[in-house]
C-alpha cells in the first residue's frame, strides 16, 4: 500500500525552531516529488513548496520562501519540513503530499494525515 | 500571481446533480484537479486532468474545463459527498502550485 507517514502533533513556543517528517512506504520515494500543504484552523489548502527527493530540487510559494525550509533524505524515504523561528501564525495542519506520477502534470494523489503544529506562549 | 476563484458554498438536493466552478485565468489551458476533504480528514483526489478519475472515486464525479472555468460534476448527489471541495492547477510558467479558495458543498 502506498502511503505517506507524517509525525506526531508539536506544540511550540514562539521563537522555536521545529522539523516535522513524512515517511513514503509502499513507492519509489525519490520517483515522486513530495509536496507541503498549509491549512490553517477552518480555511482553505495553501501550497507551500514541493521537492524532488531524487536530487533534493526545491521551489516555494512566495509566501512561505525564506520562512520555512524543505528537505528530504531518499536512503530513508523520509521529507522534511522545518522552521528555524516560529511564529503564533504558524499554528496550522501541516500535510504532506505525492506528486502523481503523469508527466506534465502536477496533481497530489496521494496525501498524509496531517502533522498539527500549535505554536504558543 | 494566478488565482483560482470558487463560489464559498453550493448546496443540492440528494438524488440531484452539483456543479461547482472554479475561475481562473485561462484555466483551459492548464489542466484543473479537484479535491473533497471531510472534517476531520485529509484531502482526497477525485478529479486529475480535467476529467479523469482515480482508481476507486465514483461515477458519478467528473469533471470539465475550458476557457476560463473547470467545473466539477457530481451526479446523482448522495450525503456521503458533504464536503469541501478545492481545485487546483499548475501554473508552468511560475512552477508554482494553486488551490481554489474551496466550496462547501452541503446536502440538503
Known amino acids: 500500500e502506498v502511503q505517506l507517514v507524517q509525525s506526531g502533533a508539536e506544540v511550540k513556543k514562539p521563537g522555536e525552531s521545529l522539523r516535522i517528517s513524512c515517511k513514503g512506504s509502499?513507492?519509489?520515494?525519490?520517483?515522486?516529488?513530495i509536496t507541503w500543504v498549509r491549512q490553517m484552523p477552518g480555511k482553505g489548502l495553501e501550497w507551500m513548496g514541493r521537492i524532488d527527493p531524487s536530487d533534493s530540487y526545491t521551489n516555494y510559494s512566495p509566501s512561505f520562501q525564506g520562512h520555512v525550509t524543505i528537505s528530504a533524505d531518499k536512503s530513508i524515504s523520509t521529507a522534511y519540513l522545518q522552521w528555524s523561528r516560529l511564529k503564533a501564525s504558524d499554528t496550522a495542519m501541516y500535510y504532506c503530499?505525492?506528486?502523481?506520477?503523469?508527466?506534465?502534470?502536477?496533481?497530489?494523489?496521494?496525501w498524509g494525515k496531517g502533522t498539527t503544529v500549535t505554536v504558543s506562549s | 500571481s494566478y488565482e483560482l476563484t470558487q463560489p464559498p458554498s453550493v448546496s443540492v438536493s440528494p438524488g440531484q446533480t452539483a456543479s461547482i466552478t472554479c475561475s481562473g485565468d485561462k484555466l483551459g489551458e492548464k489542466y484543473a484537479s479537484w479535491y473533497h476533504q471531510k472534517p476531520g480528514q485529509s484531502p482526497v483526489l477525485v478529479i486529475y486532468?480535467?476529467?479523469k478519475r482515480p482508481s476507486g472515486i465514483p461515477e458519478r464525479f467528473s469533471g470539465s474545463n475550458s476557457g476560463n472555468t473547470a467545473t466539477l460534476t457530481i451526479s446523482g448527489t448522495q450525503a456521503m459527498d458533504e464536503a469541501d471541495y478545492y481545485c487546483?492547477?499548475?501554473?508552468?510558467?511560475?512552477?508554482?502550485?494553486?488551490f481554489g479558495g474551496g466550496t462547501k458543498l452541503t446536502v440538503l
Open positions: 509502499g513507492y519509489s520515494f525519490a520517483s515522486y516529488w
Open positions: 486532468q480535467d476529467s
Open positions: 503530499a505525492r506528486r502523481g506520477p503523469i508527466p506534465g502534470l502536477y496533481y497530489m494523489d496521494v
Open positions: 487546483q492547477a499548475w501554473d508552468s510558467n511560475t512552477a508554482y502550485v494553486v
